[in-house]
């Protein structure tokens, strides 16, 4: 089973960037599709984009459709996610979750999960 680390959380003005990363270990990497959502606190866990094992079909949140850019590089065991145009309602923790076969949008599809990375966008 993968064993996921997220990275590149921080602190941004609304407007800015983030690019964050999910590092997976483990040879089978390219097997699974992984999934980012993100829980502010109060709220319930909300689905913000996923992607199929090759890259080749990628999904996205409402919310963020337009703005944030799912991507992967199977070579470096690593999905990454683009946040472009950065708001206040952004501010949340960010997860990545892995599962075989095709991507979901339902967190519950998901029985893999990293430990979160934060993200806060200041007004």
């Known amino acids: 089973q993968p064993r996921l680390v997220e990275s590149g959380g921080g602190l941004v003005q609304a407007g800015g960037s983030l690019r964050l990363s999910c590092a997976a270990s483990g040879r089978t990497f390219s097997g699974y599709s992984i999934g980012w959502f993100r829980q502010a606190p109060g709220k319930e866990r909300e689905f913000v984009a996923a992607i199929n094992n090759n890259g080749g079909t990628t999904y996205y949140g409402n919310s963020v459709k337009g703005r944030f850019t799912i991507s992967r590089d199977n070579g470096k065991n690593t999905v990454y996610l683009q946040m472009n145009s950065l708001e206040p309602d952004d501010t949340a923790v960010y997860y990545c979750?892995?599962?075989?076969?095709?991507?979901?949008?339902?967190?519950?599809?998901?029985?893999?999960w990293g430990q979160g990375t934060q993200v806060t966008v200041s007004s």
């Open positions: 979750a892995a599962r075989s076969y095709f991507p979901r949008t339902s967190d519950h599809e998901y029985p893999y």
